[in-house]
């Protein structure tokens, strides 16, 4: 009785182990397909689509929609999961195939370039007016990341030469730089931001709300 009830123990402890091991070693093989690598920058004249495809559903539905010369590359950009497309030289051709992913296939597209060093700036800015959030509506925005320096708020006004505000794309703040239904005036805005070295996209304005319409330069 004694050895049989050891064998058993024996035996139901090497199964539990075995269980165990199971788990750990799917759990690392999961951890291992889900972890995403970072979005390579663009090279210098690139312009990139960054798709956003969180699941293997939406990143096989853009590929089937795409032809076999266009390549795609599943990348993490800030919190999002996208599909990266690059090696277009012109603007017009990286938004004729936002404009096409969207109408096809249902997803969004964000079109970004490769920036250079932003310049410094020491003038401070401050809100001016109230918080009042509110969708843009119809049209193109182009946005610029000002990496917790609202200062440079300041620079960015100086290419617009016009008021620049404070808004949400994608549950993080961006700088306002410019809000028009005129598809040339966007790119041509995102052309000057981008070449004096800011990191500006360029999105449908409909996905962005407007938290402050201008922010004050001292």
């Not at 003038?123 to 509110?134: C, H, I, L």
């Not at 006004?157 to 809000?179: D, E, I, K």
């Not at 966007?186 to 407007?210: M, P």
């Amino acid at each position: 009785m004694h050895l049989n009830f050891v064998q058993r123990f024996e035996t139901i402890s090497s199964v539990l182990l075995l269980a165990i091991a199971g788990v750990i070693n799917t759990t690392i093989s999961v951890n291992a397909q889900q972890k995403i690598p970072v979005c390579q920058p663009p090279n210098p004249g690139e312009y990139l689509l960054l798709v956003i495809t969180p699941t293997g559903d939406y990143q096989r539905q853009l590929r089937n929609a795409l032809p076999n010369e266009i390549s795609t590359t599943t990348c993490q950009y800030l919190t999002d999961t996208v599909s990266r497309i690059g090696g277009f030289k012109r603007i017009e051709d990286a938004n004729r195939w936002a404009r096409y992913i969207n109408n096809i296939v249902g997803l969004s597209a964000i079109i970004t370039t490769r920036p250079a060093e932003v310049a410094q700036q020491a003038a401070a800015t401050t809100p001016t007016v109230s918080y009042n959030p509110k969708p843009l509506g119809q049209g193109y925005a182009v946005l610029v990341d000002y990496f917790n320096r609202p200062e440079i708020a300041n620079s960015v006004q100086q290419v617009v030469g016009g008021n620049v505000g404070f808004a949400s794309y994608g549950q993080r703040p961006y700088l306002l730089a410019t809000h028009t239904t005129n598809q040339q005036q966007a790119y041509k805005t995102l052309q000057q931001l981008n070449e004096r070295g800011f990191f500006a996209i360029l999105v449908d304005s409909r996905k962005v709300v407007l938290l402050r319409s201008a922010v004050k330069v001292q």
